[in-house]
């Protein structure tokens, strides 16, 4: 099993990392992306990725929403490109987590943050085309926006992950004819709105994440890349498929898209 999303340079994880990835490969997890959301986040999913060498791979890119619920700024962008310049060829999977947050009352977002976000965002798409990298790409509250920039931007098929989708089933239609795959965390489980996506997406399309420690399938529960397997669980489920050819074609459509060394 693959988790193509998830954050293990997450302070939650600061005192157990490595017990987190040894239960993560004893339940069956393969490969695991970490994502990276803040600069400060780089040099440690670079080392997890050299010391868990084919197992962990590292995402670089910034996050719409920064710390202390800030919306990203341009400055923001200054490490991005220097990092994939440095290790692209050897550690670094994906452009990653990127995108577009329009959650407004959580966040308090004015008409300029928007702008901003975009422009950030549209500058990462062009640095993962640059590196013939794939993204990894957030689009809470903005699903309409994302595709709309995407399909902008030119994308190539197979380079985009939608992680945790939560736009309707008329956006799926979208990302579907842009080529974008769509990865399922396991609190999906617990949304009527994502399981009716789950089952408009076909499973050549679809992927699984963890998005951990967030999207826990019990509320207030720490999640770990070991609940992989509750993904590929639901959309079985879903798809009245069995679980283990859920695992198979998710597994090769992840290998699709990322240049797994």
Known sequence: MIDVHCHLADNKFKDDIDDVIKRAIDSGV????????????????????????????????????????????????AEVETFLSRYQQKNVICVGEIGLDHTFQQFKLSEQDLHVQEEVF????????????????????????????????????????????????????FGLQLGCYFSIPPSFQNSEKALKMIDAIPLCNLLLETDSPALSPLKGQRNEPNNIGLCARIIGEVKRVEQQNVVNVTSENAHKIFNFM
């Open 30 to 77: 393969t490969k695991m992306i970490a994502v990276a959301e803040f600069g400060s986040q780089f040099e440690n999913v670079l080392n997890l990725s050299k010391k868990y060498e084919k197992v962990v791979y590292a995402g670089i890119g910034v996050h719409p929403i920064q710390k202390r619920n800030k919306c990203v700024q341009r400055k923001h962008l």
């Open 122 to 173: 549209i500058a990462q798409i062009r640095l993962a085309k640059q590196f013939n990298l794939p993204m990894n790409i957030h689009s809470r509250s903005a699903a309409r926006r994302t595709l709309e920039v995407l399909k902008s931007e030119q994308i190539n098929s197979n380079s985009v992950v939608l992680h945790a989708f939560d736009g309707n089933i008329e956006d799926v239609s």
